[in-house]
């Protein structure tokens, strides 16, 4: 089956910079991977979306990048702001559904002032 | 449109016991996915159900079982509870075939004592 691994799984930014998660994946049949945010005690919130047949997909601050073939992707955050500070989920799923993803294991984003 | 609700928010229960969550799916989504999640790691697929029967399941043992209505709202039951069934479980619904990742509920809070 599917095995989603994520690093770092802490990560400390000052405000303004950039932040960078990365997430492998090993089945090759898998060809959609959304980016959660979890602040605490809330829900996870999908914040971007990639799917196999794009390579770069961007949302203001928020890009994220596949390589297909190394089997990787990665969730970049510019312009970091305090408010970004949350625990960051990747996951990677074999159908376009929305169904059975399996998470990777969280980054937990510290955005400095 | 509403989203997905999930009760009770928090529940406390003996080992051995049995629990019962319910999760209401967010207008015009007809599948509905449960995970569990421990603290301090990625949600784990439990099962899904589409069209009221069970489509797709994790590696969750039997005592772990659902239903779907025909209003395509679920309920996740856990029997003989353990310990380690302490965690937060999140219902996400979807609409099979819109290829949007999952809304989540706020989820329910168990702990198994």
């Known amino acids: 089956g599917e095995n989603v691994e994520q690093h770092p799984s802490t990560l400390s930014v000052q405000e303004g910079d950039s932040a960078v998660i990365k997430c492998t994946y090993s089945?090759?049949?898998?060809?959609?991977f959304p980016w959660y945010k979890q602040e605490l005690g809330k829900r996870p919130q999908l914040i971007i979306d990639?799917?196999?047949?794009?390579g770069e997909k961007k949302d203001q601050r928020i890009a994220v990048t596949l390589n297909k073939t190394a089997k990787h992707f990665s969730l970049h955050i510019t312009e970091t702001q305090p408010e970004d500070s949350a625990v960051y989920f990747c996951?990677?799923?074999?159908?376009?559904?929305?169904?059975?993803?399996?998470f990777g294991p969280g980054t937990r984003l510290s955005v400095l002032p | 449109e509403t989203g997905v609700t999930q009760s009770p928010t928090h529940l406390i229960k003996t080992r051995g016991q049995q629990v019962t969550l319910r999760c209401s799916s967010q207008?015009?989504?007809?599948?509905v996915s449960w995970y569990q999640q421990a603290l301090g790691q990625g949600p784990q697929f439990i099962f899904q159900y589409y069209r009221e029967e069970e489509n797709g399941r994790g590696n969750f043992p039997p005592r772990f079982s659902g239903l779907q209505f025909p209003n395509y709202s679920s309920e996740l039951n856990v029997n003989a509870l353990e310990l380690d069934d302490s965690a937060l479980y999140l219902c996400a619904s979807s609409s099979k075939g819109s290829g949007y990742g999952y809304t989540f509920g706020s989820g329910t809070r168990l702990t198994v004592v």
């Open positions: 990639i799917r196999s047949n794009v």
């Open positions: 089945d090759s049949a898998s060809n959609y």
């Open positions: 207008s015009g989504h007809n599948t």
């Open positions: 996951a990677a799923s074999a159908h376009n559904y929305g169904q059975n993803f399996v």
